[in-house]
């Protein structure tokens, strides 16, 4: 049974920071997609960062333009541990964050597209005030 579960969320002013976390337990196979995801209130969920892990280690993030900068993806691949380091935080940030997690991604599919993923965690809420 995989299991997805992520830490880190809470509350915080614009501009603040906040680090998730995502430990992957009893995985598929040593390749995979990991990302992280969120969804607001009235949204659609949307991808924010993803990569792949793979025998020789993991590859390169990919990130939402709009994330790029102020997000960092980093993955501990022996740990199977995702973490998302979110930086200068702004109210629009508020969401439920989800890691997802894929044995692998149908060509053609964006790894940052929710609908590519077949694992996913419980969610993290992460609130931002202004």
């Known amino acids: 049974q995989v299991q997805l579960v992520e830490s880190g969320g809470g509350s915080v002013q614009a501009g603040g920071s906040l680090r998730l976390s995502c430990a992957a337990s009893?995985?598929?196979?040593?390749?995979?997609?990991m990302g992280w995801f969120r969804q607001a209130p009235g949204k659609e969920r949307e991808g924010i960062a993803a990569?792949?892990?793979?025998?020789?280690?993991?590859?390169?993030?990919s990130y939402t333009d709009s994330e790029k900068g102020r997000f960092t993806l980093s993955l501990d691949n022996a740990k199977k541990t995702l973490s998302l380091q979110m930086n200068n935080l702004k109210p629009e940030d508020t969401a439920m964050y989800y890691c997802?997690?894929?044995?692998?991604?149908?060509?053609?599919?964006?790894?940052?597209?929710?609908?590519?993923?077949?694992?996913w965690g419980q969610g993290t809420q992460v609130t931002v005030s202004s």
């Open positions: 997802a997690a894929a044995p692998s991604i149908v060509p053609g599919r964006s790894q940052l597209s929710p609908s590519s993923y077949n694992y």
């Open positions: 009893a995985y598929t196979g040593a390749r995979s997609w």
């Open positions: 990569i792949y892990s793979g025998y020789a280690g993991s590859g390169i993030p």
